[in-house]
């Protein structure tokens, strides 16, 4: 093979190693949701409703088939959805699995229909007649939060708002400060992984407990709230993830599917499948994003950072959404919009506003998307008004290498990192001079812009972090089952999820570190509450640091034990042994034995053990938490070039940068994988997706003809450049890193954008950025002139 | 005790279909496509479903040699051709080549997209000898991937284009 590594040995952390979940895959035979069949398995298809928001009058049951269709009146045990947040004032929300009374957005399940395929299931939908009595619908974020709709979500609230909240850290200011003020707007968008949800469950009549294998992030958290709504104990439910397409937040949510479905289980007592489609997908369930700001910058002169001040509204939709809740990316939205940068003065409202569209939930990079958009397209009109290159503005504001670790204006611990470093690596890998120079020539109908945006991500937020926001789920140590076999092999169970991540080989490669065993002899097993430690799962680029130090520490207690059993059986002090090549071998090299050889003494050949061993053998669980457990920050910048077309409004990508420091990346082929995966979806958020709703509440986008998501050939040529600042607060350095792609394109293209038409005194100030938003642009700086 | 259920009459149709080298018997309902009859009636699970609408790719398979999506007609109309899923390239040496490179470049994530993308990988290495990076991109339209940003299955394309037949010979 040519253009091998130079070390082909290397397989720890830090390898490019190839993954091994790819075999399987790359065979067909990867075993998703819908690739699970049991026997005497029925599918369900639900009726929607068509209308936003009305009163249920009646539902009629197709006649002669009342036994096959179910609606909240049947399911009376069950209890709604609950993910109340405790901080004050929050309004909490009831959400039925089939709706109960009335229907809050379009697409709310209102009856299940069950039959022998999902078509025939759906024939019966289409029988049941539901009588609506229609009620002021609440389309409009603003006119919820400012209490002018008409409508009420939840009539036992006293506004349409699930929480409100505010932080104050004003302070004083130059007078002579150049203040800028803009309404900035993210669209509401659609996770999309390429899979959607899906459920098959059935009773197990041996174990005595319900059985649901679902293409679910966070199994531990799906089964506690499972448990809740179903009336089980825990541990009458498990919950196996199997191979799961994707999933970017969408799939770190309890569905009410996922309890009609568990409940019809057990009623019928037969397997029960429900595979969402994409339809189901796009206008019912899989909502995101959704921001409106309205934000002042104060920069002085000098181009410095004085003060932000922030009101920024979230469109909620109808329900908290378990477990995050409804106020996840308001509520951090106030603590994250400072960014990277120091300042002396800042203030930040927020409102999670409740209205007639479909709970918003968890996508990559959660309120980070939003809040780097709002900032850094503020700071680039700034640096306009300012007359200074946006990378001046920040190398004056940015928190700088010796100020590590730093505290923050809202008590945020940065770890580690030369935030201003990364960023002049990023201006200079896309050639921003040499773009600069094109740009100058270049004033017709095409215009050339450049842009770049900063931004820093806090991942693995740990307990003291997540308590005092109580909502049901509070992350605490993250723990790892560990053991040899017979034969040596290292079995390890771990309470994550990995769809796509890689942590089949990640967390492979920690195990070859700490035990110098190959990663082909490493078996991870996750997914499944049946056998795996209780963990809250896969969500807030967690994994590399929470699973990563688990297995870490269950390695090296596992090496203690081993290590006490070789110098017996070897006959060398234990701490003269060395972990290499899958055994032990004493330091003068004069003795080995293999990890299989000491397995096979303990399981098979227990007479050759000393007396006082220790009875716990060769299998222990292990725990890790960060400590200070604020969670690691990563951080990048993105630049890129633009060319906007002022006739048609279209824009492309010309070139494309980001530098970006993860700390000591665990494979950099993998992390890669993940910022260029992110930063498709960010190019997406920027200039393509949106699903629109119209003032009923309607949404406009439901098929992916409509709903329109990059291809190959949307992508830009790429430079990537990356920095290794360890953390100080991580096992082995290491950072979360696999949500960041997608945070700053958005910000990093507006801001290209708005420096093509800067000239032309027109400005963009929403996401997507669509061929009609531009012409709107240069529509209204036309009618201003 | 399960309970016992009756469900409306549906209508089936029995025909024939020539999959993966097989002749198989199948009893659907004429509106069933022929993604649903490959994975529900054959067991055959490597074709994924996306959208079920013609946009995402993941359904592609392979007809008389076409790739073809397999969401938008009934199965019905497909006697008499010879299909072709992703399980029928185990020991195809194209296909090894690609499942290699695929690996090599990180073209795959969550791996739902990856059947379809092979399929259509191994077409465009198969009648584009010559593409560049630009036209792989444009034959890659109508396949999507939600999770590698692409850039690993272009460039494990190319791989194969500039190695194949050479490398073909020495298996998987
Ligand atoms: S499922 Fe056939 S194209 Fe998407
Ligand atoms: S690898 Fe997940 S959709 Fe392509």
């Known amino acids: 093979m040519t253009g091998a590594p130079p070390d082909t040995q290397a397989k720890g952390i830090g390898a490019r190693l190839a993954r091994k979940e790819d075999a399987r895959f790359l065979s067909g035979r990867g075993e998703f949701v819908a690739d699970i069949r049991r026997p005497g398995m029925l599918d369900v298809a639900f009726v929607r409703a068509p209308v936003a928001h009305a009163r249920i009058v009646d539902i009629e049951k197709p006649e002669g088939w009342e036994s096959l269709v179910y609606t909240m009146a049947d399911m009376a045990e069950v209890k709604p959805i609950v993910a109340a947040s405790k901080l004050p004032g929050f309004q909490k929300s009831e959400q039925y699995p089939l709706a109960k009374d009335k229907v809050r957005f379009v697409g709310e399940m209102v009856a299940m229909c069950v039959a022998p395929s999902r078509a025939r299931a759906e024939d019966l939908a289409e029988q049941v007649f539901v009588d609506y009595e229609d009620l002021p619908v609440v389309s409009d974020m603003h006119a919820a939060a400012n209490g002018t709709a008409e409508g009420k979500l939840h009539e036992h609230w006293d506004s349409n708002v699930f929480l409100e909240t505010q932080v104050d850290n004003k302070a004083g200011i130059a007078d002579d400060v150049v203040s800028v003020r803009r309404q900035l707007s993210t669209s509401r968008q659609c996770q999309v992984p390429l899979e959607g949800r899906g459920v098959v469950c059935w009773w197990d009549h041996r174990l005595n407990r319900l059985e649901m294998t679902s293409a679910a992030q966070m199994p531990h958290i799906n089964r506690t709230g499972l448990a809740e709504c179903l009336g089980l104990d825990e541990g009458q439910v498990r919950v196996v993830s199997p191979d799961v397409g994707g999933g970017f937040g969408y799939k770190g949510i309890l569905l009410p599917e996922e309890i009609c479905c568990a409940w019809l289980a057990m009623k019928l007592d037969r397997p029960i499948r429900w595979i ?95 809040v780097c958009f709002a900032l850094e397209v503020m700071l680039d009109i700034a640096a306009r008004e300012l007359g200074i290159e946006p990378f001046e503005l920040r190398e004056r504001s940015l928190v700088g290498p010796d100020d590590m670790p730093y505290t923050n204006i809202t008590n945020k611990l940065f770890d580690s990192g030369d935030y201003i470093a990364c960023m002049h690596r ?61 034969d040596g092999i290292l079995e390890l169970q771990i309470g994550a999820h990995s769809h796509g991540q890689s942590m089949e080989t990640t967390m492979a490669q920690v195990a070859n570190t700490v035990l110098g065993i190959d990663p082909e002899q490493v078996r991870i097993m996750h997914g499944d509450t049946g056998g795996s430690p209780y ?25 203690d034990r081993v290590r006490r059993l070789a110098s017996h059986l070897m006959d060398v002090a234990a701490d003269d042994l060395i972990f290499e090549n899958g055994g032990v071998v004493s330091g003068d090299r004069s003795r080995s034995m ?52 002022t006739v048609t409004g279209a824009v492309k990508l010309l070139d494309y940068a980001i530098c970006e420091d993860g700390g000591v990346l665990l494979n950099p082929m993998v992390v890669e994988g993940q910022l260029l995966g992110g930063l498709a979806q960010g190019i997406g958020t920027a200039l393509y997706e949106e699903i629109p709703f119209d003032d009923e509440a309607q949404p406009l986008a439901s098929t992916l003809a409509d709903y329109m998501v990059p291809g ?50 027109a400005e963009i100030h929403s996401v997507p950025i669509s061929p009609e938003r531009v012409i709107a642009a240069l529509e209204a700086a036309h009618e201003s002139d | 005790m399960s309970a016992h259920l009756e469900f409306p009459e549906s209508h089936t149709v029995t025909f024939r279909l020539h999959v993966n080298g097989e002749e198989r018997e199948v009893s659907a309902e004429p509106r069933t496509h022929l993604a649903d009859v490959l994975r529900e009636h054959c067991g055959l699970t490597a074709t994924h479903l996306g959208c079920e609408q013609g946009v995402c790719g993941a359904c592609t398979v392979e007809i008389d040699g076409v790739p073809q999506r397999s969401c938008l007609q009934s199965a019905t109309r497909f006697e008499g051709r010879e299909i072709r899923t992703l399980e029928a390239f185990e020991n195809d040496p194209l296909g090894a080549a690609l499942r290699r490179a695929f690996s090599e470049e990180h073209a795959l994530q969550c791996g739902y997209c990856t059947p379809g993308m092979l399929i259509t990988a191994r077409d465009i290495v198969q009648r584009l000898p010559q593409a560049d990076e630009a ?20 460039r494990a394309i190319q791989r194969v284009l500039e190695t194949y037949p050479h490398e073909s010979s020495d298996g998987r």
Not at chain 1, 314 to 328: E, K, W
Not at chain 1, 458 to 485: D, F, K, L
Not at chain 1, 606 to 620: F, I, R
Request: hydrophobic residues 35%; glycine residues 12%; negative net charge.
């Open chain 1, 276 to 370: 969402e489609d994409r339809n189901e997908h796009l206008s019912a369930n899989a909502n995101c994003r959704e921001h409106a700001y309205d934000i002042s910058v104060h920069v002085e002169r000098s181009g410095r950072l004085a003060g932000i001040d922030c009101d920024a509204i979230v469109d909620s939709g109808a329900y908290s959404s378990y477990p995050f809740s409804a106020c996840l990316e308001a509520a951090q939205i106030g603590s994250i919009l400072p960014g990277p940068y120091k300042m002396d003065s800042y203030s930040c409202h927020t409102r999670s506003a409740a209205t007639n569209k479909p709970p918003i939930l968890p996508y990559r990079g959660v309120a980070r998307t939003g």
């Open chain 1, 594 to 645: 293999t990890l299989a050889d000491i397995a096979h003494t303990w399981y098979r050949a227990p007479q050759l053990l000393p007396d006082d061993v220790d009875p716990a053998g060769l299998g222990l669980v292990a725990g890790y938490k960060m400590r200070p457990d604020m969670g690691t920050f990563s951080y990048a910048t993105h630049a890129c070039a633009v060319e906007v077309d």
């Open chain 2, 135 to 154: 036209r792989i991109r444009e034959e890659l339209a109508g396949n999507l991937c939600r999770c590698t940003g692409y850039r690993g299955i272009v």
């Open chain 1, 535 to 559: 963990s809250t799962g896969t969500w807030g680029s967690r994994n590399a640091v929470m699973s990563g130090g688990a297995v870490a520490a269950a390695c090296e207690k596992l090496a």
């Open chain 1, 712 to 761: 190959a050939a949307e992508m830009p040529h790429l430079t990537i450049e990356h920095m290794e600042t360890p953390s100080p607060f991580s096992t082995f350095g290491q950072k979360g890193i696999g949500e960041g792609g997608a945070i700053a394109p958005p910000a990093a293209i507006t801001n290209a954008v708005n420096d093509a038409l800067g000239g032309l005194g």
């Open chain 1, 426 to 486: 990023a201006v200079e890998a896309l050639d921003w001079s040499g773009w600069r120079a094109r740009q100058a020539e270049t004033n017709g109908r095409k215009r050339i812009g450049l842009g770049l945006a900063t931004f820093c991500e806090q991942g693995a937020h740990g307990t003291s972090v997540y308590h005092g926001w109580g909502i049901p789920m509070v992350p605490g140590y993250e723990q790892c089952n560990a053991r040899v076999t017979t």
